[in-house]
């Protein structure tokens, strides 16, 4: 397990180290050029001259990144060259995630939902949810928003003491969720997001998203609760990923055509949405797909 660790701390480096690699992509990309024409010499193969062909592709596309890129409050309502300058190498990304999940996740995921009953797997998701109360709070109160945090904490305490947080009886109180995360935060506060990011193994984010997942991984408290437990720690991770798939099975034949782009706008639309409604500047109430399974699974395990 210490070797999952460090890889999943050098993948979220990796996320994390975009910004740079565009600045030095030029001198990347031509290196490993100059590395791929050397290999065409020794074995000049269709499959090596595609791949120099779409290496050759990406840096002129990278060529193109500058440094103001990376100050842009991205929006799905943005042309792509502004919100998504660094479209070719997440596009590389998504195809990854998406080859992992069509051949491991997606598999895994659909045995979980027939062999595990509805009633529990909503219970793990509510007792899960609840674990993550305390640093919902603690965002909170970094935002200036005392009387939600003191909810929020109401909220845990209640589930805490009555269930173990397997069940929801704070929201029948009037103390609905409010989820929230480091990345949000530093939204809420100003801070532009930067251009799209497609993390590898993590899925749809933004440069401030990425630096705000770092944070939200060491803020947890189950972190810390099984600390001594690293076997335990990485499963329970492992399970919040297949559970989380399991949500979208039903609903994902809704992404038509361009999934990468649908994906990608969808994530923006909702984190515009998020920080704006914790400003009140939201005008109307937007319900997006995960906001009804939640609900749903929160009604399910209430019944």
Do not use: C
């Not at 024409?37 to 595609?50: F, G, R, V, W, Y």
């Not at 990923?241 to 649908?262: C, F, S």
């Not at 994530?267 to 399974?293: M, V, W």
Request: hydrophobic residues 35%; aromatic residues 10%; negative net charge.
């Amino acid at each position: 397990m210490h070797y999952s660790k460090l890889v999943f701390i050098g993948l979220l480096s990796t996320g994390m180290s975009f910004h740079v690699f565009a600045q030095e992509s030029e001198n990347v990309a031509t290196t490993n050029a100059e590395e791929g024409a050397a290999s065409l010499s020794e074995s000049d193969t269709p499959e090596n001259k595609a791949r120099f062909q779409k290496l050759k592709e990406l840096k002129d596309d990278l060529k193109n990144v500058k440094a103001s890129d990376f100050k842009v409050n991205a929006n799905a309502a943005q042309p792509d060259e502004v919100k998504d300058p660094l479209q070719p190498l997440n596009r590389q990304f998504y195809a990854f995630n998406d080859a992992l999940d069509r051949t491991i996740v997606r598999p895994i995921a659909v045995q979980y939902t027939k062999k595990t009953p509805e009633q529990v797997r909503g219970s793990y998701r509510l007792f899960r949810k609840n674990l993550g109360e305390p640093w919902n709070a603690v965002n909170q109160l970094i935002q200036g928003r005392p009387s939600r945090a003191a909810k929020t904490f109401g909220r845990f305490t209640i589930n805490t003491l009555t269930t173990l947080g397997l069940a929801d009886p704070a929201r029948r109180l009037g103390l609905p969720t409010e989820e929230e995360n480091f990345g949000v935060t530093l939204g809420y506060y100003g801070v532009p997001s930067g251009p799209f990011l497609m993390l590898p193994f993590f899925g749809p984010s933004t440069v401030r998203d990425g630096f705000g997942l770092v944070v939200d991984s060491q803020a947890r408290p189950q972190k810390y609760v099984m600390d001594d437990q690293k076997g335990l720690y990485w499963s329970t991770n492992m399970l919040q990923a297949i559970d989380t798939r399991a949500q979208v099975l039903d609903i994902e034949q809704i992404l038509q055509g361009d999934k990468y782009a649908v994906i990608r706008d969808l994530y923006l639309q909702r984190k515009s949405f998020q920080i704006a409604e914790k400003k009140g500047n939201s005008t109307e109430q937007i319900q997006f797909i995960d906001d009804d399974l939640d609900d749903a699974d929160d009604s399910n395990t209430q019944n």
